[in-house]
C-alpha cells in the first residue's frame, strides 16, 4: 500500500526487523593509518567482482579516499557532505552511489571538517543512510574500509553494529602496525568477547628488516592465519597514479593474483578466529624481541566453517528534519529524549529506562511531573506531589562518553528484571550515540529471562526535538510491540495517537467510551495512552480503529497498521460537535451492524444538546463574535453559531481554501491577506464583544477590554464538544478585566485547600 508520507523512520525500523535476505558475506578491514588498508581493500573488492560477485565498498575513512582506485579518481560526493546540504525531501542513494570497476558499488561516508565535530558519530550517520534505502542489500559482498584502530564508537561501527561477517587485519612488520593490529583485536574482544569474527592478517610488506618473522610471530601469538602476503612493489604505486587497482591494470601480475587468490578463499567461506590479543604486558614483550608466554604453535588452517551473517542492529539516528513545524504546530517543548520519556511512562505495565545523564533524567521527570500536576490542577485535584511511574535511569557520565556506558544499562535493566519487570522501554540520549552504546545485544539477553526491552533511540542531535522523540516510540513499539498473529474478534475497536498532553483526554475517552458501549461495542487498547502492554499486543483483535487526530505522524502510524497488520481504519478523526459526532455514529453502526443501537444514542444526546442550548442562548444576547480562524476542522464552530443564535460580526479565513469548511464558506467575509491593519480595522469597525481566534498572530492586535477564547489542541471531542466551549467562553462576560486575576486567585485556593 502507497503511504501518504514518505516516513524515513518507519522504513529504518522496518529494515532493522527484517531478516536479510541472503547471506551476504560483510568484509571489514582495520589496520593503521598509513599501511596501505585501503589499497588493499580496493583490490580486494576489485578482485572479488573479477570473480564475478557483486560488491560495495564502503569508506569510512573521514579523507574519503577509500573507492577512488575503484573509480578511477572521479569526483566524490561523501554521505555527510550530501546530508548537509540536500534537503531530507530530495535525497537518493544515487546521488552518493558511484559505480566503479565492473560495476562495484562505491561510497565513501566522509567526515567533518579536521579538529570539529565527532567522526565517529559522522560514520554512524552514513550507516543510518545507507539502511534508510537498503543499500547493501542488492550486493553479494561488502568491503568496510575503517579507520584506524578500534578505539572509538563510530569507527567501530561495522563491528559493534554486527555488520560485519569476517574482520582483516591489515599489517606490516613495523612496530606501530604490529601495535595498532594488537589494539584493534581488544576492540573488537570488548565488543564481541564470546565471537568469531576475525578471518586472518594481511601482510602488507614495507620492505623492512626481519619483517616476515615479525608478522608469522605477531600471527602465532594471537592465533590467527596469514591468509595474503603482499609484496613491497612499485607496480601498486604505478597503477595509484593511473588511479587504478594493481587487479584492473594488470589482472596478469603476481600481485593481482595474490588478491584474486584471497577473494577465492573468501568466497569459500573461510574460518573465524576469536580475538586473542595480547595483553600489554606480552605486548611490550613481543616489542622487545622477546616471545610472550602466551605464544604457541603457529596456527592451522582447518575446515572451513559457515559464516552467518548477523542481522544488523537498529540504527542510532534516523532522520536530519525535525517533524515539528513552529508554525504550525504546538511548542516543541524539549529534546526527542524528554519526548519519548513523557510517552513511554503512559504505558502502565511498562518501566523506562533512561541511557543519560542525571541532567537529562532531571529535565524528563520535571517535564512529566508538571504536564501532569497541570492535568490534575485543570481537573479539580491538585496533589501536593506527583509520583511518577516507574522510570529509571543510567546516569552515565563524561567517563561513560568517552569508554561507553553500556555496563550500566545493563546493571540497572537485570536490577529491574529481578524485581519482576517484565516490559522495558529503554530510551537512549545524546552521550550513548556519540559513544555508539549498542543496547542490542542486552535486549537479546533479556529476552532469555522472559523481559521484553523496547529501544528508542533518541541519541545525537540529529534524532531531533520532542515530537520526533515521540514520533520514535510511537512507531518503535507500533513496529515491535504488536502480535501479528491475533485474530480480530467482532464489537471492539482500538483509539490510536489521543494526545497525551492534554486536559480533554480522559474526557474525551470516556465521552466516547459511553457512545460505544451502549452500543455493544468495548474499546480493545489504547495506543499509547494509559494502556497495558498486553492490549497493546493484541491490537489486532479490533477490526477497525479510529485516529484520535490527524497530522503527518498520525498518517505514517496509520501506514504503519495498515501494511504491516492489514489493519483497518474509520475515515476521519475524533469527532467534534453534534451533527459531525451524529454522522460518525451511524457510520459505525453501519461498519458494526448497529444502526438501531447508534440511532438510540443520537437520539438521547440530541435531546441533551437540546437542553444545554436553550440553556446557554441567554448568555450570548446582545453579544457581537468575531472569528479569526485557520482550522481545518472548524465545521463545528458554526455549527455551534447557528445553534446558539450568535451575532457573528465578522469571519475571517487564515490558510489555505481547500479545508473542510466548504459548507459554511459563505460565512466568511474574507480571507486574510496577511496584512494585521486590516483585522485592526474590522476590531475597530465591527466592536466584536468575543473574538474566537486559533492563530497567535492575532493577540497583538486585539485590544485589552475585548475578551478572547483561544482554541487550542484541548478541544474536546463527542457530541458536547462545541457546548462545553461555549459554556466556558461565557464565563469570560461574568468578569471584569480588572477582577479576572482575583478570580482565577480564588479558583486556585479553592483547588489548594
Not at 589499497?39 to 557483486?54: D, E, H, I, Q, Y
Not at 470516556?510 to 492490549?535: P, S, T, W, Y
Request: proline share 5%; charged share 25%; aromatic share 8%.
Amino acid at each position: 500500500m502507497q503511504t501518504l508520507y514518505p516516513p524515513p523512520l518507519y522504513d529504518i525500523l522496518i529494515h532493522s526487523k527484517n531478516t536479510q535476505r541472503r547471506n551476504i558475506m560483510q568484509i571489514a578491514v582495520y589496520g593503521k593509518g598509513g599501511i596501505g588498508k585501503s589499497t588493499m581493500s580496493a583490490n580486494l573488492s576489485a578482485a572479488l567482482a573479477a570473480c564475478g560477485s557483486k560488491v560495495l565498498q564502503i569508506g569510512c575513512d573521514p579523507k574519503h579516499d577509500s573507492t577512488r582506485l575503484l573509480h578511477h579518481g572521479r569526483k566524490v560526493v561523501t554521505i555527510l557532505d550530501y546530508l548537509l546540504n540536500t534537503p531530507e525531501d530530495e535525497q537518493k542513494l544515487d546521488d552518493v552511489l558511484m559505480t566503479g570497476f565492473l560495476d562495484t558499488g562505491c561510497v565513501e561516508a566522509g567526515g567533518p571538517r579536521p579538529g570539529m565535530g565527532c567522526a565517529g558519530r559522522g560514520i554512524l550517520t552514513a550507516f543510518d543512510f545507507l539502511n534508510q534505502f537498503h543499500a547493501m542489500e542488492h550486493y553479494d559482498q561488502i568491503v568496510y574500509d575503517v579507520l584506524g584502530d578500534v578505539v572509538c564508537g563510530g569507527f567501530a561501527v561495522p563491528v559493534r553494529r554486527q555488520y560485519a561477517n569476517a574482520v582483516f587485519l591489515v599489517t606490516s612488520g613495523e612496530s606501530m602496525a604490529i601495535y595498532a593490529a594488537n589494539n584493534i583485536l581488544c576492540g573488537i574482544k570488548n565488543l564481541n568477547p564470546n565471537g568469531s569474527q576475525i578471518a586472518g592478517i594481511i601482510y602488507n610488506s614495507r620492505g623492512v628488516g626481519d619483517e616476515s618473522k615479525r608478522v608469522e610471530d605477531f600471527a602465532q601469538a594471537v592465533h590467527l592465519p596469514i591468509l595474503a602476503r603482499i609484496p613491497r612493489s612499485s607496480s601498486f604505486a604505478q597503477a595509484e597514479k593511473e588511479a587504478m587497482t594493481l587487479v584492473e591494470k594488470d589482472p596478469d601480475s603476481t600481485e593481482a593474483k595474490i588478491f584474486l587468490e584471497l577473494a577465492g578463499k573468501l568466497l569459500n567461506q573461510p574460518r573465524l578466529y576469536p580475538a586473542q590479543p595480547l595483553s600489554e604486558e606480552q605486548m611490550e614483550l613481543f616489542m622487545r624481541g622477546d616471545t610472550p608466554s602466551q605464544a604457541t604453535a603457529p596456527v592451522q588452517e582447518k575446515k572451513p566453517a559457515v559464516v552467518i551473517p548477523p542481522t544488523p542492529a537498529a540504527p542510532s539516528g534516523t532522520k536530519k528534519r525535525a517533524l515539528s513545524d513552529p508554525f504550525s504546530r504546538v511548542p516543541l517543548y524539549g529534546c526527542a529524549y524528554r519526548g519519548a520519556v513523557d510517552l513511554a511512562i503512559h504505558i502502565k505495565d511498562a518501566a523506562v529506562l533512561g541511557h543519560a545523564p542525571k541532567s537529562c533524567t532531571w529535565y524528563a521527570i520535571n517535564g512529566f511531573s508538571s504536564y501532569a500536576r497541570r492535568g490534575l490542577y485543570e481537573r479539580g485535584i491538585l496533589y501536593p506531589a506527583f509520583v511518577p511511574r516507574q522510570f529509571e535511569n543510567t546516569d552515565i557520565t563524561v567517563n561513560d562518553a568517552v569508554y561507553g556506558g553500556i555496563d550500566h544499562a545493563r546493571q540497572k535493566a537485570l536490577e529491574m528484571a529481578a524485581r519482576g519487570i517484565r516490559n522495558i522501554i529503554a530510551v537512549t540520549a545524546c552521550i550513548p550515540g556519540l559513544s555508539g552504546d549498542d543496547l542490542v545485544p542486552l535486549q537479546k539477553e533479556l529476552k532469555t529471562l522472559g523481559v521484553n526491552m523496547y529501544i528508542i533511540h533518541t541519541d545525537g542531535i540529529e534524532a531531533g526535538d520532542y515530537n520526533d522523540g515521540m514520533a520514535l516510540c510511537y512507531k518503535t513499539l507500533a513496529l515491535e510491540a504488536v502480535d501479528s498473529d491475533v485474530t480480530p474478534e467482532p464489537d471492539c475497536i482500538n483509539i490510536v495517537y489521543e494526545p497525551t498532553i492534554s486536559s480533554q483526554t480522559d474526557k474525551n475517552f470516556m465521552d466516547l467510551q459511553d457512545m460505544l458501549e451502549k452500543m455493544g461495542i468495548r474499546i480493545n487498547c489504547r495506543f499509547l495512552c494509559a494502556e497495558f502492554m498486553e492490549n497493546i499486543r493484541q491490537f489486532k483483535k479490533a477490526p477497525y480503529s479510529i485516529m484520535a487526530r490527524y497530522d503527518e505522524l498520525g498518517h505514517q502510524l496509520q501506514n504503519i497498521f495498515e501494511e504491516k497488520y492489514g489493519c483497518k481504519f474509520l475515515d476521519g478523526e475524533l469527532p467534534r460537535g453534534f451533527s459531525e459526532t451524529a454522522d460518525w455514529l451511524r457510520m459505525v453502526g453501519r461498519l458494526y451492524g448497529k444502526t438501531a443501537e447508534a440511532e438510540q444514542v443520537i437520539a438521547e444526546k440530541q435531546l441533551q444538546y437540546r437542553n444545554q442550548i436553550d440553556a446557554m442562548k441567554p448568555l450570548y444576547k446582545n453579544k457581537k463574535v468575531l472569528f479569526f480562524l485557520n482550522n481545518k476542522i472548524i465545521d463545528w464552530i458554526f455549527e455551534l453559531s447557528r445553534d446558539l443564535d450568535w451575532n457573528v460580526v465578522d469571519s475571517i479565513l487564515i490558510g489555505s481554501k481547500e479545508d473542510r469548511t466548504i459548507d459554511w464558506r459563505h460565512q466568511f467575509s474574507k480571507d486574510w491577506d496577511g496584512n494585521l491593519e486590516s483585522l485592526k480595522k474590522s476590531i475597530a469597525e465591527k466592536k466584536p464583544d468575543l473574538i474566537i481566534l486559533n492563530h497567535s498572530i492575532a493577540q497583538a492586535c486585539i485590544p485589552a477590554d475585548i475578551f478572547t477564547a483561544n482554541l487550542s489542541r484541548d478541544v474536546g471531542s463527542g457530541f458536547f464538544a462545541g457546548t462545553e466551549c461555549a459554556l466556558r467562553w461565557s464565563q469570560l462576560f461574568e468578569n471584569s478585566l480588572e477582577g479576572r486575576w482575583k478570580h482565577d486567585k480564588s479558583i486556585f485556593e479553592k483547588l489548594c485547600r
